[in-house]
């Protein structure tokens, strides 16, 4: 078993829909980034290549590189899950935590989950999403950006 954990903050923006998990969440910002700026599928991904030894997106997918402006994280996902899977491992299992005082997120928990474990191909009961608060603390708590944290149980 191997344990990988990663973590991705975005600021937001004007002029963008935010896209958490893959689904658009209703808001008046989105997240500023050279792709989608998923910020939760993002540390997924570092988590999953930190856990196999792979590196990490900056590496995979470098902002420096216009082929990834615009792109969709559920692609870049299922890239990273394939290097994974070719370098033996499959996923036990994957726990996050968004923190963003605003949008409120409970109401999108469940549906962020089931899109991460239709992306991977695997049971929902393998994929936990919590969402919280920074109690006005913070970059977060002031509604400057979101931040997520993801660790990774590869078998």
Known sequence: MRIGQGVDIHGFAADRQ?????????????LDGHSDADVLLHAIMDALLGAAGLGDIGVMFPSSDPQWRGAHSLALLATVCDRVRRAGYGVGNIDTTIIAQEPRLSGYVAAMGRSISDALGLDETRVNVKATTSDRLGFTGRGEGIAAFAVVLLE
């Open 18 to 30: 935010l896209v958490l998990a893959g689904i658009e969440i209703p808001h008046h910002r989105g």
